[in-house]
């Protein structure tokens, strides 16, 4: 799963591809929010608008990704998810403890900005 890192202002932009799942894929994501917050990133956008699939492993690393941001005094915000992944988030009843955005501008509070202008 390729994680892409982008910084906009105080935020970090975790752009995620493929399966949040056990193993490589939930290692890497880890390794890239924990590097954002030791860069002193305030707050945290999770990209999941090309993610297929989370299992047990991605939405545990998620939760510890929240208390962690959460500590050190920031925000994380989760944008893209499709149905199949929101429902992995509303069976587990986390739906209600992330805060979930349709687009990147949205959960930057820009408004009228497109998600390719948002991006650059």
Same mark, same amino acid.
């Given at each position: 799963?390729?994680? #892409?890192?982008?910084?906009?202002?105080?935020?970090?932009?975790?752009?995620?591809?493929?399966?949040?799942?056990?193993?490589?894929? #939930?290692?890497?994501?880890?390794?890239?929010?924990?590097?954002?917050?030791?860069?002193?990133?305030?707050?945290?956008?999770?990209?999941?608008?090309? #993610?297929?699939?989370?299992?047990?492993?991605?939405?545990?690393?998620? $939760?510890?990704?929240?208390?962690?941001?959460?500590?050190?005094?920031?925000?994380?915000? $989760?944008?893209?998810?499709?149905?199949?992944?929101?429902?992995?988030?509303? #069976?587990?009843?986390?739906?209600?403890?992330?805060?979930?955005?349709?687009?990147?501008?949205?959960?930057?509070?820009?408004?009228?900005?497109?998600?390719?202008?948002?991006?650059?």
């Amino acid at each position: 799963m390729p994680v #892409v890192l982008r910084k906009i202002g105080d935020a970090v932009i975790v752009d995620l591809d493929g399966r949040l799942a056990l193993g490589g894929p #939930v290692d890497e994501f880890r390794l890239k929010w924990m590097e954002a917050l030791a860069g002193g990133a305030k707050g945290i956008i999770v990209n999941l608008a090309r #993610v297929t699939m989370v299992d047990s492993s991605g939405i545990g690393t998620m $939760i510890r990704c929240h208390s962690a941001v959460s500590a050190a005094g920031g925000k994380l915000k $989760i944008v893209g998810a499709n149905h199949t992944v929101r429902e992995a988030f509303r #069976v587990t009843r986390l739906d209600k403890v992330f805060e979930f955005h349709e687009n990147e501008a949205s959960a930057l509070g820009v408004s009228g900005v497109s998600i390719a202008v948002a991006g650059v």
